[in-house]
């Protein structure tokens, strides 16, 4: 069976698949294709957080049933499964089944049934033991919780992934274990909040928080990197930040997702810290890891946002000078509370904002740019370009680095003092 795959969305989503790809491989003999017209089974596994990906899913699932080859199964997993289920077949009656983003363990099950849907978003995955799949470029990405627990006003994932249930520490130890043994050098700690870690498991588990989780997950030999998304600012407590700055294997790039700089629109969001607690969190972040990449996320045009609530978000990103932004218009989404707000933003102004956000954060990653020069970074190379004779690597906080060198250097961990550097990526040498 050749299966086509095909992702969008969040690391999240990039597991998932990666999950059912290991699922079918273990039980259907499956390979990966990357040709749509061989494929046996065509999978779309889509992310609904912004309307966008919506409209192309089905687009996409015409083209896709139009050059299918004959007998070929189509089926649509993830976020947009869970929230549109049953509709999806009856818009697209060629698709065979719909699999939910908190199913993805039935899918050897839901293959042969012919219009199944399998969306239950109060399924129990957290304990689920997917086969083992390739380690790529020295790294991995294990889950440590399945489900969201907050209730962020714009946000739609809580519906479409359910409550928040940790995974027990024994099982993610061992699935870190394991993918060191197989050559995995960093690992990727992933949950939609991951510092809500330890919070409730479907069984019974000893007092752990995600500080204890990263000091556990640290102690394994052979494991060189370890790396987190997403986590909640609002749990990011003196605790964390100390292991985060002092545990040498924790990778120095974090993720703090902002959203809005307005304490009027922080609350509307549900986000539950105000612009104080963010500004204090990152300039404690900065003292205690003076190298750090911060990257965030930020919303605009969210309703009732006005040119002061924008300003105060401008304001916060002059401060945090984060070394990358992921910007987003709202987009109101089914069973949001947002969705029913007044004053809802037009677009024309929403798209003015979002350029303004955008060209400011180009001007401080010039800024950030610059100060990189002659510094040295410790990278790890993780792929060759043969082409050109270079290595290419990530910093601990993140950034991408170029490097003239030899291809045994791949997997390693070398320091490189940076001769050229570009707003996101950089060129350096091997020293
Ligand atoms: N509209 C726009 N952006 C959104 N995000 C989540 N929901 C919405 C929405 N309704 C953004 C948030 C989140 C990121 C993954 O997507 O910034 O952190
Ligand atoms: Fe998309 Fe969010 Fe679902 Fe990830 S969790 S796939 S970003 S909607």
Known sequence: ??????????????????????????KRNAVQTDKIQEADLIIINTCSVREKPIQKLFSELGSFNAIKKNGAKIGVAGCTAS????EIIQKAPYVNFVLGARNVSKIDAILDKKGAVEIDISNDESLELYPS?????????????????????????????????????DLIINEVQKAVESGAKEILLLGQNVNNYGRRFSQPHRDINFTALLKAVSKIDGLERIRFSSPHPLHMDNKFIEEFANNPKIAKGIHVPLQSGSNKILKMMKRGYNREWFIDRIERIRRAVPDVAISTDIIVGFPDESDSDFNDTI????????EQLFSFKYSPRPLTEAKDF????????????????????????????????NKIYSVLFDTFDEN????????????LVKSRGDIYNLGQIRNVKIIESMRTQMKGEII
């Open 133 to 169: 799949s390739p380690v790529s470029n020295f790294r991995k990405s294990i889950n440590i919780s399945i489900g969201c627990d907050k209730q962020c006003t714009f946000c739609i994932v809580p519906f479409t992934r359910g409550e928040e249930i940790s995974i027990p520490a």
């Open 388 to 399: 050109s004779g270079c290595l290419i690597g990530r910093t601990s906080s993140g950034l």
């Open 83 to 86: 929230h549109l289920g049953r």
């Open 342 to 373: 007044n004053n809802q933003i037009i677009d024309e102004v929403a798209s003015e904002r979002l350029i303004i956000l955008q060209s400011t954060h180009q001007k401080i990653m010039e800024e950030l740019a610059k100060e990189r020069i």
């Open 315 to 322: 304001d916060i990103l002059n401060r945090a000078k984060f």
């Open 1 to 26: 069976m050749q299966i086509y795959i095909e992702t969008f969305g969040c690391a999240m989503n990039h597991k998932d698949s990666e999950n059912i790809l290991a699922i079918l491989k273990e």
